[in-house]
């Protein structure tokens, strides 16, 4: 019988290019790991520099830095009789590579390049690192002269290889290779790898945990075997919000996972397993037969025991009960991972806090739910003893000595809000909603008006030229009624911007210090290009850029109930409205009517363009199943027609305001971000002119020739 094994992964909220902070989470987890009396732990893709060093893995100094970490586990001995599987990036034959080292007492056993890397979406890791590509193939490794001197040799394998120890064979594939159809952990299996460790940088985005568990569970469901993963955790420096959840699988099952989103900066998740299960479970003569014929790994021998052969923890210890996997609804995840994220960014951007122009409208009331969502957390997490975030609420929160005890307390210190009203535009009901929903949770909030702004803006123009330009309701024409909205909604900008530098003076802040503004458009209204460019959504950074309206929506219903805050059910109920217009008995703005597109059909289009990657016509033709055909509810194929060229054409017309997009939380896979998740370019042909609108009109034509005959012959037979 197999001697029981404990094994350790972890998620370590990592910060590019924080050499110090992120060794110091390496060790803490290491340790933990071996308190809990693991003898493997496998921790973050290059967790030494942090995943998201983008470009600066360009740069031969982060290679340097990473080796003096390395060095540091190396020449530690409290982080010795332990397994240690550690990210960084190296540079082997001039070429950059994203690899592991494994190391036991102080050695390296060998460093594993990824094979596949990441290149899709957001991950662009073929700019930096070569990929290895080449499955079971093992060289040498130079080392470093100091490393070289300690290692007391001056190379180590370098490759694809798997480890040996006494008891078991374990190896390692890296986060992407996973996702891959021809994963290495299929031959490893084949070749006896009972434990696999795979090290990820991957980020959050909505509904993406399910993708991972059902990879894991298949992988080692179907070849058995002990799957580790790991996973950075938090903001590292960018959009992204890595998602933790590091898990234990056994056999398709898992034993253990870590939170998705959260604010411990080192979570180790321990489990004990039965290697005899994994020997059991591959008994199929079918997976035997593969099993002869796969190719062969070159096989690196440790002197090591994973298993506690000769230790009391073999009668204390049985093998940890398989558990069903933990999942958040998807309004749950908006709550807690643009929270998590903000809170990384407000303490690492060492600001004072957040300022929130504060419409009364659903969107703004997200932003600043969110917020209040990430007060939650941290007054949850100093009730819990977090040491690190007791120490950052000490300096954040600056306007009492004692720490704030509830989450309403800390907001009213880290949350502005404004509500920036025209006298004819702004609606009573709005007007309140926003004093409302600042008093519920705590914000410090001001009502202003900015109507003397904006008449003094529109009368430059007017003593400049003499021109007088009108609202369409007091019969202007629809430029000059679109460039007297968007004074409004510019001058908030400037205004917001103002506010946010002045008001922890206002307030009396010890230290002063000043606020970061957050933006409130969402990924449809981005998508559609319906706001203007450089207003509000000009912001410093924006949690809910990437969310779709429909989501904002049950976040907000969820949150009504979860944060017991039922002001948020007017937001739901009102007409969402930009309140740019004068509001008349016969006229108030309506963005649906505005966007002549609603909020789900643009979540469709989105969907389609990016998701599928679909161009019009592409979308017409699967519009036209979904949306087509007979009965009362369904569309022509001239208005399905209608309704995607309308998309196309304000998509392009309006793609420029994305260059300039306020940079946003990730967590929608059709966002238009422009920055770094959806490459396009913005300055488009006419969409009308364009062949694809022909094609469409094409089959248009042809289709209702058809409708025609069929009804033709229908009259003709009665
Ligand atoms: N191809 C191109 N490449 C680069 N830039 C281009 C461009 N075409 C126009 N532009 C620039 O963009 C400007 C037009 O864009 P922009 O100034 O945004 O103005 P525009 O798109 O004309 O108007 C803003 C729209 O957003 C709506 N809206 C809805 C909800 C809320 C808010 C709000 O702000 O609160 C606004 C508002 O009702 C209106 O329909 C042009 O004046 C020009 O400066
Ligand atoms: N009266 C106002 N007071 C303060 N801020 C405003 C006001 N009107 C608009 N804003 C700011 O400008 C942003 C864009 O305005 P817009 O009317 O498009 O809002 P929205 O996208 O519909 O969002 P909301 O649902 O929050 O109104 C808002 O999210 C808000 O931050
Ligand atoms: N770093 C990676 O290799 C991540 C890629 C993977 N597709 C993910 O999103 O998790």
Partial sequence: MAPLITLATCALNQWSLDFEGNLQRIKKSILKAKEAGATLRVGPELEIPGYGCLDHFLENEVYDNSWDSLYSILTDPELHDIMIDVGLPILHRNCRYNARAIVLNGKILCLRPKLYLANDGNFREMRFFTPWNRPRHVEDYYLPPYIQKHQGSRHVPIGDVVLSTFDTALAAETCEELFTPNSPH???????????????????????????????????????????????????????????????????????????????????????VDLEAVRSYRFAPSRGMQAVAAPEYRRIEVDFSLSHENLDLDEQHSATARRPPRYHLPEEEIAYGPACWLWDYLRRSKAAGFFIPLSGGIDSCATATLVYSMCRQVVKAMKEGNAEVIADVKRIAAYTETLPSTAEELCNQVLCTSFLGMKEQSSKETRERAQALADRIGAYHTDTNIDDVFHSTRNILTSATGFEPKFKVHGGTTTQNLALQNIQARSRMVISYYMAQELCEVRGRPGGGSLLVLGSSNVDECLRGYLTKYDCSSADINPIGSVSKVDLKRFIAWAAEDFDMPILKDFIEATPTAELEPITAEHTQSDEVDMQMTYKELSRFGTLRKVNHLGPFGMFLVLLEEWGGE??????????????????????????????????????????????????????????????????????????????KKKNEANASR
């Fill in 186 to 272: 299929i031959t490893m299996g084949l070749n006896g790898v009972e434990i696999f460790t795979n090290s990820s940088g991957s980020h959050h985005s909505l509904r993406k945990l399910d993708e991972r568990i059902a990879l894991i569970s298949e992988a080692t469901r179907k070849n058995g075997g002990v799957y580790l993963y790991s996973n950075q955790l938090g903001c590292d420096g960018d959009r992204l919000y890595y998602d933790g959840s590091a898990m234990i699988f056994v056999n398709g099952d898992i034993v253990g996972q870590s939170s998705q989103f959260g604010l411990n900066e080192v979570e180790v998740v321990v489990a004990t």
């Fill in 631 to 708: 009965g009362e509810d369904r569309l022509s194929p001239r208005e399905v027609a209608d309704k995607v060229k309308k998309f196309f054409h304000f998509y392009q017309i309006n793609r420029h305001k994305q260059t300039v997009a306020t940079p946003a939380y990730h967590a929608e896979s059709y966002s238009p971000d422009d920055h770094r998740f959806d490459l396009r370019p913005f300055l488009y042909p006419s969409a009308f002119q364009s062949w694809s609108f022909k094609k469409i009109d094409a089959r248009v034509e042809a289709l209702e020739q058809r409708i025609q």
